[in-house]
């Protein structure tokens, strides 16, 4: 019988961020995450499949709650609204986990095989924003473009969010959104002054 | 001293694509490859330096006449309209050479290795595009902003090309950025509704 080992997790998780900002990424074992959180390797084992994937447990959460807030948005939202909706909401419920948030964005800064892995999380996001804007009616043209600029209005917002952990994330995603319109409306008036549009 | 192999990359290429098209990506074998072409393995390794490097040649291309693009765009042009100009008009050189667009899509589509590939790829070009803009006097914030937006519109402007290659690859981007200005300009009129922005 497995003994009771109470928020393991969380405490493999606390113990290999402490390591790879110490030592760095590559030089931390599971061993030694193991040892520092007082517990086994094979429990490491049974809560992440690799040392990677410590990283992007929160993604996988984050992604859930996205489609859970995603399918319970209201009928009458547009799609770029309820999209990045869905992220801000879930982003601030994650927020009060990720006291790593610094931490995270340098290690995965420092590392091409961990920027992989988070563009691929990003893009099965993006996928699944997607699909879940399609089963809101809209076409998949419109739901791939949709879903890829919600990922970047809230990426950026993240971004702000993490360089100043004491604002607040919807307003942060606001800014973002209007930063966009500008950037867009911009390119509006060029294209009518060349006749283009 | 090495036989003169007059548009060996371009044959290699073609056999390539053809195999790939035929058999599936992960069966065909550089071997066969050379084989159609009339070439040697070795010959092939002189052009590319694995057989997934085939389907990627053309974004190094890309890149690099972006950023050419970029370099040469005017001052008075803003950011997003800059970038978007810089893909739309690497990506009409680009056609001209892109007889496999539909066939490269679908390979891609087939294999998680080609799409993980392909983000890589993605995520160099909005890298290179922001430090780009960044050179232009825009904010590192924004740059990042604009160059995944620019992206986003430029890739749905291209999908759309690839399922119609007979339409005008510059009318698709200027639709694509009407498309992206009316999603944004929805949340604009809900946040105003709303008294947020």
């Known amino acids: 019988m497995a003994r009771w080992e109470p928020n393991a997790a969380q405490r493999l998780q606390q113990a ?55 399918a319970a948005a209201g009928d009458d939202l547009d799609p770029l609204d309820a999209a990045v909706g869905a992220l801000t909401r879930s982003g601030v419920e994650l927020a009060q986990y990720s006291e790593f948030a610094q931490a995270r964005r340098e290690l995965i800064a420092s590392s091409a095989e961990l920027q992989e892995r988070e563009l691929i999380k990003m893009a ?10 399609g089963r809101r009616g809209v076409s998949a043209r419109t739901a791939t473009l ?40 911009a390119t509006a ?9």
Chains 1, 2 share one sequence.
């Open 16 to 70: 290999a961020m402490a390591l790879f900002v110490e030592r760095g990424y590559a030089e931390a074992t599971v061993a030694e995450i193991a040892d520092q959180a007082g517990l086994t390797k094979r429990s490491f084992f049974n809560h992440f499949p690799d040392k990677r994937e410590v990283l992007f447990v929160g993604a996988i959460l984050f992604e859930a709650s996205v489609m859970e807030q995603l």
């Open 189 to 197: 008036a060029l294209t009518t002054a060349r006749g283009i549009s």
């Open 124 to 133: 099965s996001l993006a996928a699944a924003i997607s699909e879940a804007l």
């Open 146 to 185: 949709t879903a890829q600029v919600a990922i970047t209005v809230f990426t950026t917002a993240y971004s702000d969010w993490v360089d100043d952990p004491a604002a607040d994330l919807d307003t942060l995603t606001q800014r973002a959104l209007a930063d966009l319109r500008q950037a867009v409306a």
